[in-house]
């Protein structure tokens, strides 16, 4: 067996450090062991005892009568790594390191967490400063956490791992309040050793798991994590992740605006999106979303039925389904008959959806009833029913009908909890019926379903060799200066190179030099208005004037932009943009460039942007409202040696809140989104051929023509790495 194995499935255990006193954390391991039902074998290792909880105690590590699979350490951080040392020489398989003061304390505390990593040798290590990890499946319970008090414990199809330990202890204990079920819990924390995507991949391979929860910190291997998410994706077993921190701030602009719009969590974004994890937008909704996906029922449709006899809680959750997209329409004419004839009297909304069946007495028999006409529905394809105010004094009543309409092969049904009535929940949630406290989360649920069982949960793309050779279309890494950022008109010179096509432009050389005397400034910048004027006429009969510099980027910002200049006044719009340019930065203006002026095209931003979690492309509304606006996607290029696809490029593309813009919004004329794409692809091409070097690169905007007339990069920004 590997480390990693013994770790969750071992038969020996030894606990370093235990006490006597089960009240003290270091009490805890032992008792819960016993308490849970281990029927592994159990050394204490405590020199001041002789027996612990009716066990023989060990005085050190030296006298265990075996190697155990797994030793939990329960010592201070200073004497933890002589401990570790002593198990890795004896065999041990792998160690659990309760105690803090690592890395998370700062420089002594990472230089304290490398010596617990040489000291390990080939032992795997989880930790430090972990709670430890909970096995349900074969009942072994290697923690210290508080939330293992309680009496029983369910397992199910559930396997969490997270980066903080009171979060597992936190979902454990809600869990099992809940009648929620877990395979495994595992606690990572610093991560000395095993790691997210360690246990993601142990994971896919445990056939207790169908559902894998992520509580995630941050990702310190994205490579290994992303290939553990797409051997999960591969498998069918959904991922779903909370990701702390997303009010953090993402990466400053620099000479792009690229910076300022791909923040750290959108690069999240763009990393679950790629390996198809649903992303959990509430807490609630790691504990939420996993319970729904665990079942075996699929979501073969959009169409939601919502059950209900308090008016209220229906609205409640037909909006929520709304907001998600879903459908809820009213019981065609066969449904609406059967319904009917479970009543006498007034029949409450029978002929609309939320369906309010009264249910007068709350009849188990009438309940049961139109449960079973709504499921055998084909209007439907999923329900939801909601659990009034008798949840609380009979939390039977509606779990019981639930149970016995459900068939195994069955349409997903849900339940909404109008009242605090955690009873019902727990019993609802043990009779196989995902149970919600908040309305958003059957919505939340229901969409992960969708995303899941409609095909998207992943966009893993089957690995392609790099082919030999260089790319279509691109340059020489030797072509382009590798110190320094290049002016606009050699950006897109570069651009052009791996087949991107720039707006039609003439360079004009201004020969301005500050401290030049009066009668060789006059007559540079009279050369500079003539060879501009020249140029407007060749190009126009509108043009746009630009400064031109390797060190302004942000021309704007300095008065270097001109729009819409005919070509009789470029002279005087040019001698406006020497004074402007020269009051802002103390310089006039060594080269302006004269542009083809783009009319009827849409502005779209293509970026390139590099982060810990690795290299994406940015797409979005383009233009000097770029920042303003804020309407981008990032997307991820892959590591797997794979290329991005025009398929993945689209479907970024329609995730943008603009994307009509493109699209023929409102009579406009379509926008040659293919010849888009295939922009986007090169400049990826260019992102991958010039990797290392690249430290900046953005188009904005490229202008989007309408349908068969392309696309050109009106400006550019490219900075290489010294």
Not at 49 to 73: F, H, K, N
Not at 252 to 258: D, K, P
Not at 406 to 432: C, F, M, N, Q, W
Not at 436 to 454: D, T, W
């Amino acid at each position: 067996m590997s480390g990693i194995q013994k770790l969750l499935r071992p038969r020996s255990v030894a606990v370093v450090g235990a006490s006597a006193d089960p009240a003290k954390t270091s009490g805890r391991p032992v008792a819960y062991l016993q308490k849970h039902g281990f029927d592994g074998r159990i050394y204490p290792v405590n020199p001041k005892a002789s027996e612990i909880g009716g066990l023989r105690c060990y005085p050190d590590i030296r006298s265990l009568p075996e190697a155990p699979d797994v030793a939990i350490v329960l010592l201070s951080a200073q004497r933890t790594q002589q401990a570790i040392a002593e198990l890795a020489a004896m065999g041990t398989g792998a160690a659990i390191v309760l105690a803090s003061g690592y890395s998370e304390t700062g420089d002594v505390g990472a230089r304290r967490q490398r010596e617990l990593c040489e000291a390990a040798g080939g032992m795997r290590i989880l930790g430090p400063n972990t709670i430890g990890l909970v096995n349900l499946t074969d009942r072994i319970t290697l923690s210290a956490s508080g939330a293992l008090e309680v009496d029983e414990l369910t397992s199910g199809a559930v396997g969490l791992v997270s980066q903080s330990g009171g979060i597992l202890g936190a979902l454990l204990s809600r869990a099992a309040a809940r009648g929620i079920g877990f395979s495994k819990l595992i606690s990572t924390s610093n991560e000395v050793d095993l790691d997210l995507a360690d246990f993601v991949d142990a994971l896919v391979d445990d056939p207790a798991t169908r559902v894998i929860a992520l509580y995630v910190e941050s990702i310190r291997n994205p490579r290994t994590f992303r290939a553990a998410a797409r051997k999960a994706a591969a498998a069918g077993k959904p991922i779903v992740a909370f990701k702390v921190g997303r009010s953090a701030s993402g990466a400053q602009a620099a000479a792009s605006h690229t910076g300022a719009l791909a923040g750290a969590d959108a690069m999240y974004d763009a990393l679950f999106d790629e390996t198809g994890i649903i992303r959990a937008q509430t807490f609630a909704d790691l504990l939420d979303i996993p319970a729904a996906l665990a079942g075996d029922r699929k979501l073969g449709g959009n169409r939601v039925a919502v059950l209900t006899s308090t008016g209220g809680a229906g609205t409640l959750v037909a909006d929520s389904l709304g907001v998600a997209g879903f459908e809820l329409p009213a019981p065609d004419a066969a449904t609406g008959a059967a319904l009917r004839a479970l009543q006498t009297g007034d029949h409450a909304a029978l002929d609309r959806n939320p369906i309010d069946v009264t249910l007068a007495g709350l009849q188990p028999d009438l309940l049961r009833n139109a449960i079973r006409i709504v499921l055998e529905s084909d209007q439907y394809d999923a329900l939801v029913v909601i659990a009034g105010s008798s949840a609380v004094a009979q939390p039977e009543l509606m779990a019981g009908a639930l149970r016995d309409s459900l068939t195994p092969d069955g349409k997903p049904v849900l339940a909404y909890i109008s009242p605090h009535a955690p009873r019902a929940a727990e019993v609802l949630s043990r009779y196989g019926v995902p149970a919600f406290a908040a309305p958003e989360s059957v919505g939340a649920a229901l969409s992960a379903m969708r995303r899941v069982q409609g095909g998207k949960l992943s966009g893993v793309r089957a690995v392609r060799p790099v082919r030999d050779g260089t790319p279509a279309h691109a340059a020489s890494p030797a072509t382009v200066e590798p110190h320094k950022a290049l002016d606009e008109a050699q950006a897109k010179a570069l651009f052009a190179q791996f087949g991107i096509p720039g707006v039609r432009e003439i360079i004009v050389n201004a020969d301005a030099d500050a401290d030049a005397d009066a009668d060789a400034d006059a007559e540079a910048e009279a050369e500079a208005e003539a060879e501009a004027t020249r140029a407007a006429r060749a190009l126009g009969p509108r043009v746009v004037l630009k400064l031109l510099s390797r060190d302004i980027t942000h021309k704007s910002d300095v008065g270097g932009v001109a729009v819409n200049v005919a070509p009789e006044d470029i002279a005087q719009r040019l001698r406006q943009m020497r004074i402007d340019v020269r009051q802002h930065t103390g310089k006039p203006p060594q080269a302006y460039l004269v542009q083809e002026m783009v009319t009827g095209a849409a502005e779209v931003i293509v970026g390139l942007h590099h982060d810990p979690l690795g290299t994406a492309i940015l797409l979005g509304m383009g233009g000097v409202v770029a920042e303003l606006v804020r309407d981008t996607t990032l997307l991820l290029l892959p590591d797997d040696g794979a290329a991005l696809t025009a398929q993945d490029v689209e479907a970024a593309l329609r995730r943008l809140k603009t994307w009509p813009l493109l699209d023929g919004y409102r009579g406009r004329p379509t926008c040659d989104v293919p010849a888009l794409v295939q922009a986007v692809l090169a400049f990826a091409r260019m992102a991958s051929t010039l990797q290392g070097q690249l430290l900046e690169a953005e188009i904005n905007p490229l202008f989007v023509k309408p349908t068969g007339q392309g696309v050109c990069a009106a400006d550019g920004v490219v900075v290489m790495k010294d």
